[in-house]
Structure formats: structure tokens, C-alpha cells
């Protein structure tokens, strides 16, 4: 019998440096699909109801936007980032 259990990153995303963390590797990589899916991981593990009352955006849609292939506004990212008190930072 085969008792293997489903991954989920969001069940290690419970601090901020962590967070921080896996966020600036995916953005790294320059994958923008991946990063936005990031992105949905972390709202997850925040709590999408949470994120959803936060940014004014509902949480079906929310789930939409942030699923694997999915093109949200850059607008939307920038709401949830925001709520979930994240910043993005440019360097030279």
C-alpha cells in the first residue's frame, strides 16, 4: 500500500522571512507563472478569506488568479502582496 501524502508549501509558509525567502527565489528563477502561483501560496497559507476581505477582491476569483498558468493584473498582485505585507524591492 502506497502512503504517500500530498505536498503543500503553504503548510510551510508561517513566517515572514520564510516567506520573504521563497518569494525572492521564485522571482529569481524569472518564471512569472511560477511566481504568481507563489504568490497564491502564500495568500493560501494566510488565509484567502483573509487576503479576499484585505484587498476587496473575491476569494473565488482569487484562487483563479493565483492558480498554475494564470495572468492576473499586475494590480491584483500588488493588492495582495500589500495585504500580506510584502514589498517588492528594485536593485542595481
Known sequence: MNN???FDIAEYLDDKEVIAEYLTQVLQDGDMNEFFEAVGNVAKAKGMSK???DTGLGR??????????AHPKFET???VLNSLGVKLQATA
Not at 60 to 69: M, P, V, W
Open 4 to 6: 504517500l501524502t500530498t
Open 77 to 79: 498582485v500588488t493588492k
Open 60 to 69: 473565488e476569483s482569487l484562487y483563479k488568479s493565483f492558480s498554475a498558468n
Open 51 to 53: 487576503i479576499a476581505n
